[in-house]
């Protein structure tokens, strides 16, 4: 096996039949972005992330240093949270739990890898500084219409957002776990509103507790249904949390989010919010996929 071969993991499950699968390829100097796209399309995963030594020209102070692109089978996209975790996990089983930061397209993404108790890595990113804006009524109709929702699927408590905490995805609360489970939309409709719109997953939320919830994320930019485990748009719920008041903003919060329990691919996304830190950290464990 070369640096230039293409790795499989899965992020945010210790089992590789869980979680969300995404390619690495660990040094990607000598590709261009179409030779990118087109490896990412033939390997078929929701993301592959592109790992070059790292700009300047060495680690930073935040640790070893990457640079880093991800591409969908369709198109290059800013960043992607499983994709990072899978990354780190496979740079930590070659060179060791520690420090990382990837460089990516919308700033540096600093990454942690540490070995749990029962030796498994699990990796943790921290977002970029993230945000919080309105949508407008007509495009939460458009969206509505293309999922075959009503509003009055809608949870009032979880009011509609686009949140961002290096990509952006639009936020919506259903009312009910049945709701949520219940997923068959318009995939050209929809993917026409993300685009028109830079969204790069809706994040489709039911809470089942104070800090517990269901989530799915279809990903029809990306050039698939849904998205097993979205790590990007756990981040920018965070932020949504501390926006809307889910979380006190005082002080510090853990969220835990189940996502690919309907597509029979379990994972588990654990969000932290710090008391004074604007950004996000989310955290999971993640494996190697067997090849045949």
Same mark, same amino acid.
């Given at each position: 096996?070369?640096? @230039?071969?293409?790795?499989?993991?899965? &992020?945010?499950?210790?089992?590789?039949?869980?979680?969300?699968?995404?390619?690495?390829?660990?040094?990607?100097? &000598?590709?261009?972005?179409?030779?990118? *796209?087109?490896?990412?399309?033939?390997?078929?995963?929701?993301?592959?992330?592109?790992?070059?030594?790292?700009?300047?020209?060495?680690?930073?102070?935040?640790?070893?240093?990457? /640079?880093?692109?991800?591409?969908?089978?369709?198109?290059?996209?800013?960043?992607? #949270?499983?994709?990072?975790?899978?990354?780190?996990?496979?740079?930590?089983?070659?060179?060791?739990? /520690?420090? *990382?930061?990837?460089?990516?397209?919308?700033?540096?993404?600093?990454? @942690?890898?540490?070995? @749990?108790?029962?030796?498994?890595?699990?990796?943790?990113?921290?977002?970029?500084?993230?945000?919080?804006?309105?949508?407008?009524?007509?495009?939460?109709?458009?969206?509505?219409?293309? +999922?075959?929702?009503?509003?009055?699927? %809608?949870?009032?408590? +979880?009011?509609?957002?686009?949140?961002?905490?290096?990509?952006?995805?639009?936020?919506? /609360?259903?009312?009910?776990?049945?709701?949520?489970?219940?997923?068959?939309?318009?995939? #050209?409709? %929809?993917?026409?509103?993300? *685009?028109?719109?830079?969204?790069?997953?809706?994040?489709?939320?039911?809470?089942?507790?104070? @800090?517990?919830?269901?989530?799915?994320?279809?990903?029809?930019? #990306?050039?698939?249904?849904?998205?097993?485990?979205?790590? &990007?748009?756990?981040?920018?719920?965070?932020?949504?949390?501390?926006?809307? #008041?889910?979380?006190?903003?005082?002080?510090?919060?853990?969220?835990?989010?189940?996502?690919?329990?309907?597509?029979?691919?379990?994972?588990?996304?654990?969000?932290? +919010?710090?008391?004074?830190?604007?950004?996000?950290?989310?955290?999971?464990? /993640?494996?190697?996929?067997?090849?045949?």
């Amino acid at each position: 096996m070369t640096f @230039t071969d293409v790795l499989r993991y899965t &992020a945010f499950s210790s089992d590789p039949e869980g979680g969300n699968p995404a390619g690495v390829v660990l040094d990607a100097t &000598a590709l261009d972005a179409a030779a990118m *796209l087109r490896i990412a399309a033939d390997l078929g995963y929701s993301e592959t992330a592109f790992l070059t030594p790292r700009p300047d020209g060495g680690d930073g102070p935040g640790g070893r240093g990457f /640079g880093v692109r991800y591409f969908s089978p369709k198109a290059e996209v800013p960043f992607c #949270g499983h994709a990072t975790v899978a990354a780190a996990i496979a740079v930590a089983e070659r060179t060791g739990p /520690g420090d *990382l930061v990837f460089v990516t397209s919308v700033g540096e993404v600093p990454v @942690t890898v540490a070995r @749990t108790a029962d030796g498994r890595l699990r990796a943790t990113l921290t977002s970029v500084p993230p945000k919080v804006e309105d949508i407008d009524p007509a495009d939460l109709a458009e969206a509505l219409a293309a +999922l075959d929702w009503a509003a009055a699927d %809608l949870d009032p408590a +979880l009011p509609p957002r686009i949140a961002f905490a290096g990509a952006r995805h639009l936020v919506l /609360g259903a009312g009910t776990r049945a709701r949520l489970a219940d997923l068959a939309y318009d995939f #050209g409709r %929809l993917e026409a509103l993300m *685009l028109r719109l830079d969204l790069t997953t809706l994040q489709l939320v039911h809470r089942v507790g104070a @800090t517990d919830f269901d989530v799915r994320d279809p990903f029809p930019v #990306g050039g698939v249904v849904e998205d097993p485990a979205t790590g &990007a748009a756990a981040a920018a719920f965070g932020a949504y949390a501390r926006e809307l #008041g889910l979380v006190d903003a005082d002080a510090d919060s853990v969220l835990t989010l189940r996502q690919g329990v309907d597509m029979g691919r379990p994972g588990v996304l654990t969000v932290e +919010l710090r008391a004074g830190d604007p950004r996000i950290r989310v955290s999971g464990e /993640g494996t190697a996929i067997p090849t045949t």
